[in-house]
T-cell receptor
Framework: LAKTTQPISMDSYEGQEVNITCSHN???????ITWYQQFPSQGPRFIIQ???TKVTNEVASLFIPADRKSSTLSLPRVSLSDTAVYYC???????????????FGTGTQLKVEL | NAGVTQTPKFQVLKTGQSMTLQCAQD?????MYWYRQDPGMGLRLIYY???????DKGEVPNGYNVSRLNKREFSLRLESAAPSQTSVYFC?????????????????FGQGTRLTVV
């Protein structure tokens, strides 16, 4: 699995756009980039997944440059309820057997204030 | 659909006691996972099961055993609990390959088991 590096913490204010960048220099050809969100006392939940360029859903956007060595999760107009830990994962989503390992790093603690 | 169900939600053990954490999913997923999360830390993979009948060690397997009883159930056993195993334990499942669910390969997590070993 490709190693990922993301900031330990970020602070923002309500209504601002937040961009969290993840570095994954050793990403493999078949790897996808997936982001999860975790609220206190809950298990993580899937936010978004992408392979290249830009992916957008109702929650966030994911920007992936051409070299795919990094990716940026963008949260538009955050609110207090977006305070959570955000994890970036890189891997081949269709690997079977031992390749199906799913590991999380330490994530980025986002704190949104009024 | 209940998703991923973990039991119990809370447990207090004495050092040396044993217990089994139960996890069941009703989404017909092939892969299942057990994680622990210590306060202020990220999730660490204990064991995983890529498919029914197989289990593999994760990042922190020492002190734990697992059983993939069938496709639905994946249990985690602490044979002799230690205070260092005080943590929140999460179970997760996900499909192998494309297909199930709107996102295809996302992992679904249970609500966690908060375990305290005194």
């Amino acid at each position: 699995l490709a190693k990922t590096t993301q900031p330990i913490s970020m602070d923002s204010y309500e209504g601002q756009e937040v961009n969290i960048t993840c570095s994954h220099n050793n990403i493999a050809t078949n790897d996808y980039i997936t982001w999860y969100q975790q609220f206190p006392s809950q298990g993580p939940r899937f936010i978004i997944q992408g392979y290249k360029t830009k992916v957008t859903n109702e929650v966030a956007s994911l920007f992936i440059p051409a070299d795919r060595k990094s990716s940026t999760l963008s949260l538009p107009r955050v609110s207090l309820s977006d305070t959570a830990v955000y994890y970036c994962l890189v891997g081949d989503p269709i690997l079977t057997g031992g390749g199906n390992k799913l590991t999380f790093g330490t994530g980025t603690q986002l704190k949104v204030e009024l | 659909n209940a998703g991923v169900t973990q039991t119990p939600k809370f447990q207090v053990l004495k050092t040396g006691q044993s217990m089994t954490l139960q996890c069941a999913q009703d989404m017909n997923h092939n892969s299942m996972y057990w994680y622990r999360q210590d306060p202020g830390m990220g999730l660490r993979l204990i064991y995983y099961s890529a498919s029914e009948g197989t289990t593999d060690k994760g990042e922190v397997p020492n002190g734990y055993n697992v059983s993939r009883l069938n496709k639905r159930e994946f249990s985690l056993r602490l044979e002799s609990a230690a205070p260092s195993q005080t943590s929140v334990y999460f179970c997760a499942s996900r499909p192998v390959g494309r297909g199930q669910g709107p996102h295809g390969t996302e992992a679904f997590f249970g609500q966690g088991t908060r375990l305290t070993v005194v």
